[in-house]
Nanobody, 114 residues
Framework: QVQLVESGGGLVQEGGSLRLSCAASRSINVMGWYRQVPGKQRELVARTTSGGSTTYADSVKGRFTISRDNAKNTVYLQMNSLKPEDTAVYYC???????????WGQGTQVTVSS
């Protein structure tokens, strides 16, 4: 079992920035952020692996940056130049590998006003 504790969501104006944090109870293997809006499927935003590779959704490339602190088992999502379409509940995700079962955080709301 893996516990994930998220923080950092909130309300921000268009063009603003937020940083999300997710602390895991186990060391980072594959961790990432997904987001979901009502009526739509949860989608990958960004992901990082223990090997150092990162993956971003096309819609956030150049605006969002995922990073990690291995000593703290924590990943961060720095979100800049936020747009109203970034409004969603953001979920932290942990996996032992890309093929393993996923553990999810409780979700944190990000709202971007125009």
């Amino acid at each position: 079992q893996v516990q994930l504790v998220e923080s950092g969501g909130g309300l921000v104006q268009e063009g603003g920035s937020l940083r999300l944090s997710c602390a895991a109870s186990r060391s980072i293997n594959v961790m990432g952020w997904y987001r979901q809006v009502p009526g739509k499927q949860r989608e990958l935003v960004a992901r990082t692996t223990s090997g150092g590779s990162t993956t971003y959704a096309d819609s956030v490339k150049g605006r969002f940056t995922i990073s990690r602190d291995n000593a703290k088992n924590t990943v961060y999502l720095q979100m800049n130049s936020l747009k109203p379409e970034d409004t969603a509940v953001y979920y932290c995700n942990w996996r032992a590998s890309l093929a393993s079962v996923a553990y999810w955080g409780q979700g944190t709301q990000v709202t971007v006003s125009s």
